[in-house]
């Protein structure tokens, strides 16, 4: 359970210097927060289409006042306390007398969103589908109890975020509970064969409402089928202990556009002048928004003219091409770090049919070297099967990429959920050419992330284990950049240690942008160009082959 302490302790940093203008920082404090609002949002609204506005007018208020926040142990009841405005206020907004609750045909409503994405069966699944039945009040009550109970929330803070006391929550939270042991009730019997009940239902749409919760309650009630429960029911608190929260789908993106608004304007209507500061510097590439993507979190935001490249003042690198760092500069080691301390190349290497593989460990370069120039390739635009923003969780989950141009592959790397061997994803099927062009995003995954903490790195910390890769693979960064000419899939291959990844189609000027900023942006490090702008520049490492150097790296069937 995420106790105030754990969240004070976990948290309190990376708050506090998103306060004060670290991009990075927002970033996390937003990837990291996003799936407890799409839980609040999406249980209180069961999955109906305004969803994701919610969400995203949840996350830029609370970008918006994230300056206003005094305690950072409180971040959590003022998030959640700010989607319950967001949820309420756009009940009022809404002209019709009666609310329509329901989802557009073809589309999941929350309840089977649960039971699909967590695997949920008997009673629990009974639990999540009778949350169908409850009144949009109920609904929105259930979907911060199902966090107090799962161990996302406090009762203090539900209670903060309904705007009431500890002891009111209590009884409105009771007066929930036997509505929705109701609505259980409701749940079993509709699985069962009463014949009674198939004659009351021969007139029902099939959409949960509180007419018909009240008409198939009293005949349940009154029953001797319906009624009978021959199993002992569990009471749903403790069928909800622990339970996972539901993952934001892939592809989920919030779009947090400051659309006309100059700094100017933007300030007075509210924007924290550090925070929109932050925003101002680019992180990836140039949009008309700041744009927040779960499973990678990125934050964007358009910029006045952008000044011109930086001369190049260091060659680029392919393979072990980078300077070592300086001992003032080289972060703590990591245990990832001191297993691929050591080139070993493929057997296979020279079966590439053009270039270099990238087979070789690299050295990190020193923070203020700056990268060579990108070569600018053609373009023509890429195509996703995964669309604009495919995150990619789950081994077995792939991504097509077909046209010419430039891919972004963001790692998102989670040893506390569980760390150990790391496998690496594999490009296979390859028509065409494929390139590793660059690295960037501000840091290498085994650079340190933590102020306090000098065994934190993207790969893990002495606390939580650390994600190791296989012994002679290079190192990722935050951001990889591949360019294509052809079609490609790119899959997951995730076993032992938990890890995902952002695939965005990208362009030349995104990548040169990311790769540019360094140090003085507040990053730990400048990017690494790799691209000579020859045929020889380097494939990526784990390019499968007629005859792969490790079993491992081709793609596997999901057991999800």
Known sequence: MRTDVHVSRQWRTTIAAAQAGDRRALDELVEGWLPLVYNVVGRALNGHADVDDVVQETMLRAVDHLGTLRDPDSFRSWLVAIAMRQIRDR????????????????????????VLRLQLAGQRREVAEAVRWLDAEDRQLVSLWWLEVSGELTRRELAAAVGISRQHAAVRVQRMKERLETSRGIVRALGGACPELRELTARWDGHPDSVWRKRLARHVRGCGYCGDTRDSVVPAERLLA???????????????????????AATSAGWSAKVLGALAKPAVAVTAGATIVA???YVVVQ???????????????????????????????????????????????????????????DRVPDPDTR??????????????????????NHRGDDVTLTGRGYVLVRWQISPQYRAGSLVM????????????????????????????DASATGMGSSATGYAVLPAGTQQMWQNEYFYVDGSVTFTVNERGADYGVSVFPSTWDAVEKDVQDGPPDGLIRY????????????????????????????AQRSVV
């Open 527 to 554: 990017g690494l160009v790799r691209d000579d702008g020859k045929d020889s520049a380097p494939v990526p490492q784990y390019l499968t082959r007629g005859t792969p150097s490790d079993p491992a790296t081709v």
């Open 425 to 452: 994803p594999s490009w296979t099927g390859l028509k065409g050419k494929l390139f590793h062009v660059a690295s960037g995003g501000g840091r290498r995954m085994d650079d340190r992330v933590s102020g306090t």
């Open 303 to 361: 910029t006045p003219d952008r000044p011109a490249p930086r001369t190049a003042t260091a060659p680029t690198a392919a393979g072990t091409g980078a300077p070592a760092p300086t001992p003032a500069t080289t972060p703590a080691p990591s245990p990832s770090a001191s297993l691929s301390a050591a080139p070993s190349p493929s057997p296979s290497a020279s079966a590439a049919r053009y270039g270099s593989v990238v087979d070789a460990v």
């Open 91 to 114: 009940a009022r907004r809404r002209q019709e007398p009666k609310l329509d609750e329901g989802v557009p045909d073809g589309t999941a409503d929350f309840a089977e969103l649960t």
């Open 295 to 297: 499973g990678g979190a």
């Open 242 to 264: 622990g339970i996972a929260l539901v993952p934001v789908p892939v592809g989920f993106t919030l779009s947090l556009a400051l659309g006309g608004k100059t700094a100017a």
């Open 371 to 392: 990268p060579g120039t990108l070569p600018h390739r053609p373009e023509t635009g890429i195509t996703s099967t995964g669309g604009a923003h495919a995150v990619l």
